[in-house]
């Protein structure tokens, strides 16, 4: 077996497979499964420097740690160096973290209008002043996730990653897209090689990986030290036990059963409504539930039934009954 091991900072990482941080899917719930299906680090959900700051109660909730999720990578979006400062010192101080991320590279326009996110990568120097005032208040490794630019015609993310490195920021995670791209068209893994050839810090690559084969061809083709995974995982949190063994054997898993499928999906729902009460766990289940049934056999009809459930009993049902129906098809075929 190879030794797929890597550090940021001091902090140990056991194998090549990150999980990215995404909004409104990266809780305890979610985050629990992706360390129990193998991945080597996992990131929260991005939180807000200024919610913080004026101590939210919703968003400090937002910084809980569970006993089972580290190394656990915690991240942080703004635009203001002492709101960002206080917040970040809060997550030194104050949470269960064991890495620290500055986000450059979300693209939601709320999010960009606030000049966080990727309208960091449009200014280099106050993006790369602001980190140096992070790092220099915090214990904690910092790192940044970031896109390659702008747009086309501003692609920043070599000079934006020298400038972090003097500063002491200890790994960077590049997504292969532009702003302007968002989540269309394919990642240029080009760029994340250019980055890893301009830094000597840990560099993970994000961007189309949905297999083995994917991960293996990124490592390869750009150098970088681990590979991100953010929308392959949803509803497929399998990608990342198949990911870590591929990366391991070069061999691939066999294909996952419905039945397994639908357990997932009921052991995450249970989750969430643990951790959120039922009425609103499982209306954040709606979206998983979908992810989870892709692909079956008149998936349409069954994600519109559980688009629309209120209740864990009622999500049971809605599986059992599909369950039941497609035994009936095979008997019958």
């Known amino acids: ?43 929260t959900e991005m939180v807000s420097d200024k919610a913080l700051y004026y101590e939210n109660e919703k968003t400090i909730g937002m910084t809980d740690v569970e006993e089972g999720e580290h190394p656990l990578t915690m991240q942080i979006f703004g635009h203001d160096i002492e ?49 140096k005032a992070v790092v220099e208040a915090v214990e904690k490794p910092v790192t940044v996730k970031m896109r390659i630019g702008w747009d086309m015609d501003q692609i920043t993310c070599v ?58 061809r990124m490592l390869d083709e750009t150098g970088c030290d681990a590979v991100m995974i953010g929308r392959g995982v949803l509803g497929d949190p399998w990608l990342i036990k198949e990911v870590v063994h591929y990366l391991d054997t070069g061999k691939q898993l066999p294909p996952v059963s419905m039945e397994e499928k639908f357990m997932m999906a009921r052991l995450h729902a249970k989750r969430l409504c643990n951790l959120k009460g039922e009425y609103v766990g499982m209306r954040e289940m709606r979206g998983h ?31 059992d009954l599909y369950m039941a129906e497609m035994n009936c098809k095979a008997v019958k075929e």
């Open 83 to 131: 709101t960002m400062v206080y917040a970040a010192k809060l997550l030194d101080t104050k949470t269960d973290c064991d890495i620290i991320d500055i986000n450059m590279g979300c693209p939601v326009t709320k999010i960009v209008k606030s000049q966080a996110g990727s309208a960091l990568m449009k200014d280099v120097d106050h993006a790369t002043k602001m980190t």
């Open 289 to 319: 539930a979908a992810w989870y049934v892709k692909g079956l056999p008149g998936s349409h009809k069954l994600k519109d039934a559980l688009t629309k459930m209120e209740t864990f009993d009622e999500m049971n049902q809605i599986l």
């Open 159 to 216: 000079d934006l990653a020298k400038g972090l490195e003097a500063v002491g920021v200890k790994a960077i995670a590049v997504h292969g897209r532009t702003k302007k791209q968002m989540y269309e068209g394919h990642a240029d893994w080009s760029y994340i090689k250019q980055v890893k050839e301009a830094v000597t810090i840990p560099v993970m690559g994000n961007g189309d990986i949905r297999s083995g084969e994917d991960a293996k």
């Open 1 to 43: 077996m190879p030794n797929n091991t890597w550090k940021i900072g001091d902090i140990e990482i056991a194998n090549q497979v990150v999980i990215a941080p995404m909004a409104g899917i990266s809780n305890p719930a979610f985050r629990v499964i992706c360390k129990e299906f193998g991945a080597g680090l996992i990131y």
